[in-house]
């Protein structure tokens, strides 16, 4: 365990973990989980060191229970523990390789915990719009905009709560990823000290514009307008993050 570097992408459901997942899987020096057998790979499904996030909610909503934040002074600390989890783990990574990485959506909210049970750790967070995130969840927590954006906030305040006690972090967003995807990865090989390759997946560039238009359409609905005026209420929150309401 001691040999290796572990890398976490932290990020909601539908904010980009699983096309950088797999970028960074390509990595010759990277091993990334295989053949798992469990939604996108995520480590969360593969131990039973902590809960994952479906035993808080699931998607859109596991940052409303705080029972699923985990840190540095959690009780689940230990030796047994630490050697559990990479046990459990390292059952579907290449141990040959330099690094090993993981990506699960609560993540987010534990990445102290997370540094603790493996100390040489590297936090890459993605960041996506808002709207888009909360909107491409909504099918699957079927809860109101208003509540996603909300959860939204939740998680990130309590990463960035978080950040300056970690010792390796770099938070990207997914729109960069996306359409500046050459200028990203430079910051991820400065970050890394690895160098990587140009991902061979193709990188769709215009997928949030699908959801700003769901957005227009929706704002024309009556029903859709209280909800609508009270997350604009929320617009220097997300002011923070480098986003806005405007002009979509």
């Not at 479906?54 to 002074?73: A, I, V």
């Not at 909107?135 to 960035?160: D, E, F, G, P, R």
Request: charged share 30%; with cysteine; glycine share 4%.
């Amino acid at each position: 365990m001691n040999n290796h570097k572990f890398i976490f992408i932290c990020g909601l459901h539908r904010s980009g973990t699983s096309l950088l997942y797999k970028i960074l899987k390509e990595q010759d020096a990277i091993s990334g989980m295989e053949n798992t057998q469990v939604i996108e790979d995520e480590g969360q499904h593969l131990q039973t060191v902590f809960n994952a996030a479906n035993k808080h909610g699931g998607p859109g909503k596991f940052g409303f229970d705080t029972e699923s934040y985990l840190d540095n002074n959690s009780k689940l600390i230990t030796e047994e523990n630490k050697v559990k989890l990479f046990n459990q783990w390292s059952k579907y990574w290449d141990l040959k390789k330099e690094f090993l990485i993981e990506k699960s959506p609560p993540n987010l909210i534990k990445t102290k915990f997370l540094q603790a049970i493996f100390p040489n750790s590297y936090f890459i967070t993605i960041l996506r719009h808002p709207v888009a995130t909360s909107l491409a969840t909504k099918k699957w927590s079927k809860t109101s905009h208003l509540s996603l954006i909300n959860h939204w906030l939740i998680c990130h305040n309590k990463y960035l709560e978080d950040r300056g006690k970690l010792n390796k972090h770099l938070t990207i967003k997914y729109e960069d990823l996306t359409k500046n995807t050459g200028e990203t990865i430079k910051k991820i090989e400065t970050f890394l000290e690895l160098n990587i390759k140009n991902p061979q997946l193709e990188i769709k560039k215009d997928i949030n514009d699908r959801y700003f238009e769901l957005w227009k359409k929706k704002k024309k609905n009556i029903f859709f307008k209280r909800n609508i005026k009270k997350s604009e209420e929320l617009e220097k929150e997300i002011n923070l993050f480098g986003y806005s309401f405007k002009n979509i």
